[in-house]
Every structure is written in structure tokens, then in C-alpha cells.
């Protein structure tokens, strides 16, 4: 009987868990996920308490023309109520709470600019659709900022789409240009954010819990605390793993990987070195890259170039860094207030940036509760910063070395709330920061070479699996694509006659175009 291991817990491998066994056929108990930490999500990492205080590094955008994840979601009982699926309980949720932002920028001093206007100059314009009909092999080694005049990035729809996507200047422009191809169906919503999908809690226990449940049911075998350190490989120009070494509590493992055997790698991870602080603790920025997922792409792509270059995504932490912050208050007062200033109700208003802020933040308020156990009187909001480096306006120190009771005072700095207000506000609040190294390293400047293909040519049974394996036209950062990377891996490396839905290419549909002219326009 042939065994299937996943090297890594996150969303691509559970994902591919399931594709297995519903499409392929594949017992339960004949998949091992192998998991370096204790836990399972990778990325879906909302954890805590109501006395502690909630905590996660972040959570993924994701809407209607998700087509691989909603077919995932459409085949996964609801952890709360089992009786339907998790598509249908996000498609239920949303709508109940549609996203409608009436408040999406903010100036300093506290006021609302037009940001429905995308402050665009004609060559702005001209620059926006010149990198969009760019063929990609002309942008590799180019940065966003290389394709634009300054201008750019002073405007409302730079702001509006960098840190919904979290985009920085000195990123890829490659992956820039995919996504403005893939999501151009957003650009007449950019401003209201209208079409943008929420899980009912955090994504977590709406995506990650039911999902192992039902992997678990099956038989499926997951092992904590086992870090791969290699693969071996028969001699031979074909790709054919032979056995995996571990490394555990106990010391060193080997796994044998038999004939008919496959082996799927989470190659990177954008949450790897991940810190937390606390209202009294910064962070701090790990920069040790001890991570087992970077680790072992660098040992599998010395002396294989189909393996892609793992150097070009973690070797400059400065620029694929950034901090976020989970805040949980016990009074309702800062919804209210909240409520007041944006004039939407909690989880229907969406992204809120301050533009001028030296840290660029953006907070979101989520619909409540947003975790399973959240207690009645508590709220968890969350935000976070793009210009980590830089020192706060209100608190003058970097956003890196600010404790979360420093984070917290300089987002209602930006507020404005009377002075009564923000003191209450803090006394009622749990604010941990989360430092992230990598969180947009798949978005730093690249070629068409660097990302090792799904499955690499002449592989019999490896295939990688996450942000750093190639699909083309998909966008990285997004939990489509590490669910499209999965169905592709499994289908081929099973040989199934089967393929994953094509990508949405709003490019197609003369509406789309229509409106995205009159977004450039406006």
C-alpha cells in the first residue's frame, strides 16, 4: 500500500489531504502531515484567550472567484454546525455582513479624504495599463517602483491596493502586474471594498479546525515536532525521493519512501521565525532563519536549479518583513466609538489605513465574536504596519521595538478619540504585536526561475506545495493559491484526469473592462 507524506501542516498540505482522499481515492490512513511545530494551519495561527488576550499573525483575503478553495470548503462540514458545509457557512456570513467601507483612508489630522477619487495623472494611467499588458519575462529582476513615476504612490488607489494586498514599492513587479490582472474585477470596488469575503470566525477555526476534524475522521496521521531536514534521492536523471530524514524529541529519523510512495514539500513559509510580544514586550525581529520549511528548500536546491532559489525570497528580510497586532478589549466603548468614526457596524466596513501614518497602518474590526470560545463582552480587533522600521508619530520609536501597550497608543493617536477616551480605551485592552520576517518575501523581486514548478519535470513523486511553487497567472499571498497547488499536485502525481478550475481572468469579460476604465478615470 502506498504511504503520501506532506512535509509541513499548512493549508496547501491539508488541502492536499483532502484532495486525496476525496478525489484520489486514497485511505486516510495511508497520509502522514509531518509538522516541525506543535500545531497545525501554518498561517491560520489564531490562538489564545479572552483573560490573555487573542493572538495571530494575520489572515488571508480571499473572495467569490476563489473557485479551488470554495470547491475544497463546498466538501467540509461546518465545524459548528456540521449539518452544512464551510462554504455554506461563508457564504451565509456574508450575507449577513457585506463589506461596505465608508471610511478606507484617513489623513493625519484625523479627517476623510475623498478616497473614492484614485488621484490618478494620465501617465499614471498609461504606467498602470503598460505593466498589466507587460509580458512577464520583461519584468524579471524589476521592482514596482520601476515602473512607475513617484506620483503613483502619493495616490488613493496605490494606498487602497497596497495594503489590501499588502504590496511595498520595492516588491516584485511581476507579482504586481498578476495582480492586477487577476483581481481587475476589484478595481471599481477598490474604494468600498465591496466583494471582499470574511470567514464567520477567524480562519483558523472556520478553515483550519474543520478541516483536520474531517482529515482525522479519515484516519489521516499527523506527527508534531518532526523537522525534515533532507530528502534522498535515487541516481538517475528522473526526480524520485527515497526516504525523508527527520529529525525529533527523540533524534534522528529516516523515513523510507517506498516505489509508488509520493512526498509533497511546503518549500518556505511566510510566517517562519514569527514572534510575539506582549503590552509590555516588543517582538523583536528574528533574524536567525532556523525555520526547518527555509532550511530545507536551501539543502534541496544545492546543485538543483528545477528546485527554484530560495536565497531570492529570505535573503533580505528588511523588505519582506513587517508587524502586526491582535487587540482584545473587555468594554464595548472602542466598537462604539469605532462605530461612530467609520459609521459601520463591526465586520461590514473593512480595511481602515491612515494614510500618512509613519508606519502606514490599517486596522480592521471583524464581526464578533471572532473566535470559537470568545466570551460575550469581549472584542478582538486587528491591524497592522508596513513600515516597521520607521518611528511612530505619536510614539517616537520604531514599530519593531514598540511594546503592544506602545502599538495600541499610537493607532488612537491616528483615532483622535479624546484624551478620556484613548485611556480608557488602553485600560480595557490586551494588544500583541507579532513580528513576521518573511510575510510578503514572496513577494521580493524575482524571475521566472527562482519558484521550483508544482512538480518539477521528471519528478515521479515529489511535488512542492505552498507560496513558493509556480502556477501560472495565480497570485502568491492568497489561500487560493496554495489550495490550486495542491489539487495540481495531486492530480498529476496521481495521474488523475483531472484539473483544477481555470483562473478567474475578469480581463475576459467586457464589464470588468468597462469598469476598471472608469476606476482610471475617477
Not at 491582535?326 to 459601520?344: A, I, N, Y
Not at 496521481?494 to 475576459?508: A, E, F, I, Q, S
Request: hydrophobic share 40%; glycine share 8%.
Amino acid at each position: 500500500m502506498s504511504t503520501y507524506t506532506f512535509v509541513g501542516s499548512g493549508i496547501a498540505s491539508l488541502a492536499g489531504a483532502v484532495f486525496l482522499i476525496r478525489d484520489g481515492q486514497v485511505a486516510g490512513k495511508d497520509i502522514v502531515i509531518l509538522e516541525e511545530s506543535h500545531q497545525f494551519g501554518g498561517a491560520f495561527d489564531a490562538h489564545g484567550d479572552a483573560e490573555n488576550g487573542y493572538f495571530m499573525s494575520g489572515s488571508r483575503m480571499f473572495e467569490a472567484m476563489y473557485q479551488c478553495t470554495f470547491d475544497l470548503l463546498d466538501s467540509i462540514p461546518s465545524a459548528s454546525d456540521p449539518s452544512i458545509s464551510v462554504r455554506e457557512e461563508t457564504d451565509r456570513a456574508n450575507a449577513e455582513w457585506p463589506w461596505h467601507n465608508k471610511v478606507r483612508l484617513v489623513n493625519r489630522d484625523g479627517s476623510i479624504p475623498d478616497f473614492h477619487t484614485m488621484g490618478f495623472t494620465e501617465r499614471d494611467r498609461i504606467d498602470l495599463v503598460k505593466i498589466m499588458a507587460e509580458p512577464e519575462h520583461l519584468l524579471d529582476g524589476k521592482r514596482i517602483v520601476d515602473c512607475f513615476q513617484p506620483h503613483f504612490f502619493q495616490s488613493n488607489f496605490w494606498f487602497e491596493w497596497c495594503t489590501l494586498f499588502a504590496f511595498e514599492p520595492w516588491h516584485s513587479a511581476i507579482e504586481f502586474k498578476r495582480y492586477l490582472q487577476r483581481f481587475v474585477h476589484h478595481f471599481s470596488t477598490i474604494d468600498t471594498q465591496e466583494g471582499i469575503y470574511r470567514s464567520l470566525l477567524n480562519q483558523y477555526d472556520s478553515f483550519a479546525v474543520p478541516i483536520v476534524n474531517w482529515l482525522k475522521e479519515r484516519g489521516v496521521q499527523f506527527r508534531f515536532g518532526v523537522r525534515v531536514e533532507d530528502l534522498g534521492f535515487a541516481s538517475g536523471e528522473a526526480i524520485t525521493v527515497t526516504s525523508i530524514a527527520t529529525l525529533t524529541d527523540h533524534g534522528p529519523e529516516a523515513i523510507p519512501v517506498a516505489p509508488g510512495d509520493c512526498v509533497f514539500v511546503t518549500n518556505g513559509s511566510m510566517t517562519a521565525d514569527k514572534a510575539f510580544g506582549s503590552m509590555t514586550k516588543a517582538p523583536g525581529l528574528d533574524t536567525s532563519n532556523h525555520s526547518g520549511a527555509w532550511k530545507l528548500w536551501e539543502k534541496l536546491a544545492q546543485g538543483r536549479p528545477a528546485f527554484g532559489n530560495p536565497a531570492t525570497f529570505n535573503g533580505n528580510i528588511a523588505e519582506s518583513s513587517w508587524i502586526s497586532y491582535t487587540v482584545t478589549v473587555k468594554d464595548p466603548l472602542f466598537l462604539q466609538l469605532m462605530e461612530r468614526f467609520s459609521g459601520s457596524a463591526p465586520g461590514t466596513g473593512g480595511l481602515i489605513t491612515f494614510k500618512e501614518s509613519s508606519w502606514l497602518i490599517t486596522l480592521s474590526i471583524y464581526h464578533q465574536p471572532f473566535f470559537a470560545d470568545q466570551p460575550e463582552g469581549v472584542s478582538v480587533w486587528w491591524g497592522y504596519g508596513l513600515f516597521h522600521d520607521r518611528v511612530g508619530d505619536y510614539v517616537k520609536k520604531r514599530m519593531v521595538d514598540c511594546t503592544g501597550a506602545e502599538i495600541l497608543e499610537e493607532v488612537l493617536g491616528h483615532l483622535h478619540f479624546s484624551a478620556a477616551d484613548q485611556a480608557a480605551v488602553m485600560a480595557a485592552s490586551t494588544c500583541i504585536p507579532c513580528a513576521m520576517p518573511y510575510i510578503t518575501s514572496q513577494f521580493m523581486v524575482r524571475t521566472g526561475k527562482d519558484r521550483p514548478k508544482v512538480v518539477p519535470a521528471g519528478s515521479t513523486n515529489l511535488a512542492f506545495l505552498g507560496q513558493y511553487a509556480e502556477q501560472p497567472d495565480d497570485v502568491v499571498f492568497t489561500v487560493e493559491y496554495s489550495v490550486r497547488c495542491a489539487m495540481t499536485a495531486v492530480y498529476t502525481l496521481l495521474k488523475l484526469d483531472r484539473t483544477p478550475p481555470p483562473v478567474y481572468k475578469g480581463l475576459h469579460s467586457p464589464q470588468v473592462i468597462v469598469d476598471a476604465i472608469r476606476t482610471l478615470h475617477r
